[in-house]
């Protein structure tokens, strides 16, 4: 029975790990499709969404049948439990790169805001942060998944920064008000995908040390003032 809970909770995880595979490169491509304004692409990530749902359903579907049938205890107990919530963070990850999408696919039918906006420095750091989560997962690492944690502030940081460049670019170009609000919401989706990956990895903390970190974390980011979207509470 025991090889068998052990051979089981293997494939999850090697599921788990192919789903933030997919998820990762959705992002990615999301991003991609802003900076390029490429509305082909965009619509792509649109019409594979249905994808991640299913596989989101499917782990749901295994972690359930394993807690029935071998009623895990400890570590393997903690494992399923982490999983089940790290997999939810993964789909709202990928509903949020659709949310890109669809601001991409406006944005490229408008007139270009003549002002930079780098979204790949941002992109880069929430994929960073999303890869590096998944490997402390797989590596059982909890200080990989602290050094997640504390990278957050980078990405608050740059969406703070990108509110007050929209902001500047609604004072001198308000014929662009609707893209640049568009352009906010991606600053914003971004930001996002940042605090789940450092849900991922507060899972991850929690199923090697059995410690909930979440709300030690949560209340730091309290303190911090956010113009973009205040309190920024995590869900």
Request: charged share 25%; hydrophobic share 45%; aromatic share 4%.
């Amino acid at each position: 029975m025991a090889k068998h809970l052990e051979r089981e909770i293997e494939h999850l995880k090697k599921k788990i790990l192919v789903l933030g595979a997919k998820i990762e490169s959705k992002v990615q491509d999301a991003t991609l499709a802003i900076e390029q304004r490429d509305a082909c692409l965009a619509q792509q990530i649109i019409d594979r969404d249905m994808e991640i749902d299913q596989m989101e359903v499917e782990n749901e579907e295994d972690c359930l049948k394993i807690l029935a049938l071998h009623q895990p205890v400890a570590i393997d107990l903690r494992f399923l439990i982490s999983v089940l919530k790290i997999n939810s963070d993964l789909e709202r990850i990928g509903d949020l790169a659709v949310n890109i999408a669809e601001r991409a696919l406006f944005l490229a039918g408008q007139p270009e805001v003549p002002m930079g906006f780098d979204f790949i420095t941002m992109a880069q750091k929430a994929q960073a942060m999303l890869t590096q989560s998944l490997d402390a997962l797989v590596h059982l690492d909890a200080q990989a998944a602290y050094r997640v944690c504390a990278a957050d502030d980078q990405v608050d940081a740059l969406n703070r920064a990108m509110y007050l460049k929209v902001q500047e670019g609604i004072r001198k170009y308000p014929q662009h008000l609707e893209s640049l609000i568009h352009i906010l919401s991606v600053s914003r989706h971004l930001e996002r995908i940042a605090d789940h990956a450092t849900n991922i990895a507060e899972d991850v903390i929690y199923m090697i040390a059995g410690d909930i970190v979440r709300h030690k974390v949560e209340e730091y980011h309290k303190t911090k003032q956010n113009p973009a979207n205040g309190a920024n509470p995590k869900s």
